[in-house]
């Protein structure tokens, strides 16, 4: 298995910025494609980014222009990079990893535990 371990997360002020970082370890495993996920209290979780192993980004609609994400491929490690927060980015964050073994085309979804986030002054 693959797990996952994020990092970064905490109390900011409105306007303020966090770096989040999430580590993927194991044996014999290639990742394909990493995000950020969150979910705030009563609500669903949604897709706040993701990246490619080539590089290609995704982003919601929402966060466009405040958030980055990136990958250090030999690091297996993504980072999102949250700029201008709000209160309502206040929301438990997981990193999400689509991983396969070498020579199968089987896709494994991983989670992290969770990264709490909280926009407050």
């Known amino acids: 298995q693959v797990q996952l371990v994020e990092s970064g997360g905490g109390l900011v002020q409105p306007g303020g910025s966090l770096r989040l970082s999430c580590t993927a370890s194991?044996?014999?495993?290639?990742?394909?494609?990493m995000g950020w996920y969150r979910q705030a209290p009563g609500k669903q979780r949604e897709l706040v980014a993701a990246?490619?192993?080539?590089?290609?980004?995704f982003y919601a609609d929402s966060d466009k222009g405040r958030i980055t994400i990136s990958r250090d491929n030999a690091k297996n490690t993504v980072y999102l990079q949250m700029n201008s927060l709000k209160p309502e980015d206040t929301a438990v964050y997981y990193c999400?990893?689509?991983?396969?073994?070498?020579?199968?085309?089987?896709?494994?979804?991983?989670w992290g535990q969770g990264t709490q986030v909280t926009v407050s002054s």
């Open positions: 990246i490619a192993s080539s590089g290609d980004t």
């Open positions: 999400n990893a689509h991983w396969s073994r070498p020579g199968s085309t089987t896709i494994v979804v991983s």
């Open positions: 194991g044996s014999a495993f290639r990742i394909n494609r």
